[in-house]
């Protein structure tokens, strides 16, 4: 992880927390991680791992560079997650760990087998809660209503009822909690 921290240090886009300005892939990192735990406070290593190199280098590929489009930003999300994949790989084997290990944190970080792993869902739910705690405010403050409700709702079917509860315990500001009630009527 210390690794994975070194790395993400480099991003140049900063962002504060509590009074603190971080490298901004830093403080997701952290945040990730500590969703993680608290929706798994008994994780395996390798989902720690996993959860820890999610965005591993994300500054490096800047969705400018792909056409801005729908289909731009699809092939710019699953080429990340191959780079995130491939990037972590590479550390987690320059530090010594096993190719059963290596492979494990990649599958997670594809996402792969979603429906029916455990942790990979785990992850998903924890990537949706830092979504919710961290960037819908500034979604909000950039976005129409239906982009924010569709982002939402779309955020709320990949969750787990136990990722829901977590969600519906955030604090949220007085704009952001009345699309959450609009676009989802379990909120309210």
């Known amino acids: 992880m210390r690794r994975f921290d070194e790395e993400n240090g480099r991003d140049p886009n900063v962002e504060s927390s509590a009074g603190v300005a971080y490298p901004r892939e830093i403080l997701y990192a952290k945040r990730l991680t500590d969703w993680l735990v608290r929706l798994c406070p008994t994780a395996s290593e390798e989902l720690r791992l996993a959860a820890r190199s999610q965005h591993l280098c994300r500054w490096t590929v800047p969705r400018s560079s ?3 489009t729908r289909a731009g930003y699809l092939r710019w999300r699953e080429d990340l997650k191959q780079l995130h994949a ?3 790989a590479e550390i987690l084997q320059e530090v010594g760990y096993g190719e059963e290990t290596i492979a494990r944190v990649r599958a997670l970080n594809l996402k792969q087998d979603l429906a029916r792993d ?3 869902q785990t992850l998903e739910d924890a990537l949706c ?3 919710l705690e961290y960037q819908l405010a500034d979604l909000v403050r950039k976005s129409s209503e239906e982009k924010v409700i569709n982002a939402l709702q779309k955020a709320w079917k990949k969750m787990t ?7 519906l315990g955030i604090s949220y500001g007085p704009r952001e909690r009345a699309l959450l009630e609009r676009g989802l009527p379990c909120a309210a």
């Open 66 to 68: 792909y056409p801005m």
């Open 86 to 88: 491939k990037k972590a």
């Open 118 to 120: 455990r942790e990979t």
């Open 129 to 131: 809660l830092v979504f």
């Open 161 to 167: 009822p136990a990722g829901q509860s977590f969600a």
